[in-house]
């Protein structure tokens, strides 16, 4: 129906190893989903087989309409999937040039319109504009990562662990800038990651557990979830 | 938008005002000849090198692939040597897509491969039993089509051509993606980047400059041996040359080719022993100071290098 991503039956893995026993999600449009798990769970092998770095072995993915399953990573990326890894950014280009390279698809004229928003969004950015990706904090790193995916204006925003490497303030300070971006330009976004702080702008969460969606549902659900609530919020909550 | 391309056009007309300009004043043609050779060599290693990260070690492969190419249009099929220079470059490229699947492998692993690849079509080449067509080891003739003069501006050709390359490289898109290649080349791929078919076009272009040139030098040089075109030393000469001035950009390959292919004619002939020892000292201390070529001095005066 409305749609924007819907995966069923998905099967992937490295070589020999299977690692994605069957999972099924969708993203709606609009829609913020988060896609929880523990290290191992497969979070990151089931985004890498929707950006096409991995093949599927077996299963569908259908993007915008369009059956997307076999198709080359850049022929998805041009369809509108912005994709930032947990790393994310060229740390020997300077910021200007990575954000150019975000919008790799797009006019001269488009990418520097949309540069703007950027800097205004994320004002340290501007100011390191001329300056190498390697000489930015870690933090500034993420923001240009998370500036250099909506470059292209995605109409999807994959995410693969924004939180990785932050320390806990860090950590906020990106979830409140993914909620901002969320609410302002209406981005429909699959976020993985094990820091369960993301759920908090989660208008559907996904729980991944050993290659298989175990939970689906919104926060309220996944709060009165017994089993769900011992794993993710037990001794820390 | 063309006013970015205005440094790298200033520095090509600058390199073509010396080559038409100088031998009215130093009449040693050879040497302004093989320092335009290893100029355009230089600017076409920067392509595949400076750009995405690949060092050939093999590179000669394609320098002896355009000699032997040209060459062989030129006596057997009786074609003009202009059209057997770009029959030259044409032959590169073959050869470069032959070897396309090379560029699956990376870091030293490629180099040695390239370096394989490069020999393997040494010993074809010099194989006796080809002798109807290349001569074997007793190498080409062309005496009868040379023209010193004219080769000489078509040496200048082939290095404008190359030096047009790596300015448009320097300025544009596809440039970036290229470095966005050497950087990393899954994160390159989800920007949008169609990995495989960029470092394709950037490999070929780079054997097309070889091939071009190495077609020019035959000709120019009128009689070689396989053992001349396909000698490591062009690799490595090539390869110290664009370290040494620094990658990615038009200016450094030519400020490395110059400096040290001048200083080479100059001391490396008549004082072989004391040049080895100078040249080998440039080089330690270039890797412990300047590890980014000549060039990075300027980059860190805040200079635009074009």
């Given at each position: 129906?409305?749609d924007?991503?819907?995966?069923?039956?998905?099967?992937s893995?490295?070589?020999?190893?299977?690692?994605?026993?069957?999972?099924?999600?969708?993203?709606?449009?609009?829609?913020?989903?988060?896609?929880?798990?523990?290290?191992?769970?497969?979070?990151?092998?089931?985004?890498?087989?929707?950006?096409?770095?991995?093949?599927?072995?077996?299963?569908?993915?259908?993007?915008?309409?369009?059956?997307?399953?076999?198709?080359?990573?850049?022929?998805?990326?041009?369809g509108g999937?912005?994709?930032?890894?947990?790393?994310?950014?060229?740390?020997?280009?300077?910021?200007?040039?990575?954000?150019?390279?975000?919008?790799?698809?797009?006019t001269?004229?488009q990418?520097?319109?949309?540069?703007?928003?950027?800097?205004?969004?994320?004002?340290?950015?501007?100011?390191y504009?001329?300056?190498?990706?390697?000489?930015?904090?870690g933090?500034?790193?993420?923001?240009?990562g998370?500036?250099?995916?909506?470059?292209s204006?995605?109409?999807?925003?994959?995410?693969?662990?924004?939180?990785?490497?932050?320390?806990?303030?860090?950590?906020?300070?990106?979830?409140?800038?993914?909620?901002?971006?969320?609410?302002?330009?209406?981005?429909?976004?699959?976020?993985?990651?094990?820091?369960?702080?993301?759920?908090?702008?989660?208008?559907?969460?996904?729980?991944?557990?050993?290659?298989?969606?175990?939970?689906?549902?919104?926060?309220?659900?996944?709060k009165?979830n017994?089993?769900?609530?011992?794993t993710?919020?037990?001794?820390?909550? | 938008?063309?006013?970015?391309?205005?440094?790298?056009?200033?520095?090509?007309?600058?390199?073509?005002?010396?080559?038409?300009?100088?031998?009215?004043?130093?009449?040693?043609?050879?040497?302004?000849?093989?320092?335009?050779?290893?100029?355009?060599?230089?600017?076409?290693?920067?392509?595949?090198?400076?750009?995405?990260?690949?060092?050939?070690?093999?590179?000669?492969?394609?320098?002896?692939?355009?000699?032997?190419?040209?060459?062989?249009a030129?006596?057997?099929?009786?074609?003009?040597?202009?059209?057997?220079?770009?029959?030259?470059g044409?032959?590169?490229?073959?050869?470069?897509?032959?070897?396309?699947?090379?560029?699956?492998?990376?870091g030293?692993?490629?180099?040695?491969?390239?370096?394989?690849?490069?020999?393997?079509?040494?010993?074809?080449?010099?194989?006796?039993?080809?002798?109807?067509?290349?001569?074997?080891?007793?190498g080409?003739?062309?005496?009868?089509v040379?023209?010193?003069?004219?080769?000489?501006?078509?040496?200048?050709?082939?290095?404008?051509?190359?030096?047009?390359?790596?300015?448009?490289?320097?300025?544009?898109?596809?440039?970036?993606?290229?470095?966005?290649i050497?950087?990393?080349?899954?994160?390159?791929?989800?920007?949008?980047?169609n990995?495989?078919?960029?470092?394709?076009?950037a490999?070929?272009?780079?054997?097309?400059?070889?091939?071009?040139?190495?077609?020019?030098?035959?000709?120019?040089?009128?009689?070689?041996?396989?053992?001349?075109?396909?000698?490591?030393?062009?690799?490595?000469?090539?390869?110290?040359?664009?370290?040494?001035?620094?990658i990615?950009?038009?200016?450094?390959?030519?400020?490395?080719?110059?400096?040290?292919?001048?200083?080479?004619?100059?001391?490396?002939?008549?004082?072989?022993?004391?040049?080895?020892?100078?040249?080998?000292?440039?080089?330690?201390?270039?890797?412990?100071?300047?590890?980014?070529?000549?060039?990075?001095?300027?980059?860190?005066?805040?200079?635009?290098?074009?």
């Open positions: 129906m409305g924007l991503l819907t995966i069923s039956a998905l099967e893995g490295y070589g020999l190893i299977q690692v994605l026993w069957g999972s099924s999600l969708s993203v709606s449009l609009n829609q913020s989903v988060v896609l929880l798990g523990v290290n191992g769970a497969g979070k990151t092998t089931l985004l890498k087989t929707i950006a096409g770095l991995l093949t599927a072995w077996n299963g569908k993915i259908v993007f915008d309409g369009i059956d997307i399953t076999r198709a080359k990573p850049n022929k998805r990326i041009a999937i912005g994709y930032m890894s947990e790393l994310g950014i060229f740390p020997n280009l300077t910021v200007e040039e990575n954000l150019k390279l975000g919008g790799y698809f797009r001269e004229k990418n520097r319109k949309r540069a703007e928003d950027m800097y205004e969004y994320f004002p340290d950015l501007k100011e504009r001329k300056k190498m990706g390697a000489s930015l904090s933090g500034q790193r993420k923001m240009l998370v500036a250099k995916t909506l470059m204006n995605p109409k999807l925003v994959i995410m693969d662990e924004p939180s990785s490497g932050l320390s806990p303030k860090f950590v906020k300070k990106v979830v409140e800038v993914l909620k901002f971006l969320h609410e302002r330009e209406k981005l429909s976004m699959l976020i993985a990651e094990q820091n369960v702080s993301f759920i908090d702008f989660a208008q559907k969460i996904y729980i991944l557990d050993k290659g298989q969606v175990t939970f689906g549902g919104d926060v309220e659900e996944l009165g017994d089993t769900i609530r011992k993710y919020f037990g001794i820390s909550h | 938008m063309l006013k970015k391309y205005f440094p790298s056009l200033g520095v090509i007309l600058a390199i073509v005002a010396i080559f038409i300009g100088l031998p009215h004043f130093y009449d040693n043609q050879s040497f302004l000849f093989n320092l335009m050779l290893y100029l355009a060599l230089a600017e076409g290693l920067n392509i595949i090198y400076g750009f995405t990260g690949y060092l050939p070690f093999g590179y000669v492969g394609f320098f002896g692939a355009g000699a032997y190419g040209g060459a062989i030129i006596t057997l099929l009786h074609i003009s040597p202009l059209l057997g220079v770009l029959v030259g044409v032959v590169a490229v073959l050869t470069g897509v032959i070897l396309i699947p090379l560029l699956r492998l990376s030293a692993y490629f180099a040695i491969a390239n370096l394989a690849a490069s020999q393997a079509l040494y010993l074809v080449v010099a194989n006796p039993s080809l002798e109807k067509i290349t001569q074997g080891p007793y080409i003739d062309l005496s009868s040379y023209n010193a003069n004219a080769g000489y501006f078509a040496m200048l050709g082939v290095l404008v051509f190359a030096m047009a390359l790596v300015a448009y490289l320097r300025n544009s898109n596809f440039g970036l993606s290229l470095l966005a050497k950087e990393d080349r899954v994160t390159a791929s989800l920007a949008g980047v990995v495989i078919r960029a470092r394709s076009i490999w070929m272009l780079s054997a097309f400059v070889a091939g071009m040139s190495g077609a020019v030098f035959g000709w120019y040089t009128a009689v070689f041996y396989p053992s001349t075109v396909f000698s490591l030393d062009v690799s490595v000469f090539t390869i110290v040359f664009v370290l040494f001035g620094g990615a950009s038009v200016a450094g390959p030519l400020i490395g080719a110059l400096i040290l292919y001048s200083m080479y004619n100059f001391i490396g002939i008549s004082t072989p022993q004391y040049f080895q020892l100078f040249y080998g000292l440039l080089i330690v201390l270039l890797v412990l100071f300047l590890p980014d070529g000549v060039v990075s001095l300027l980059k860190k005066g805040k200079v635009y290098v074009p």
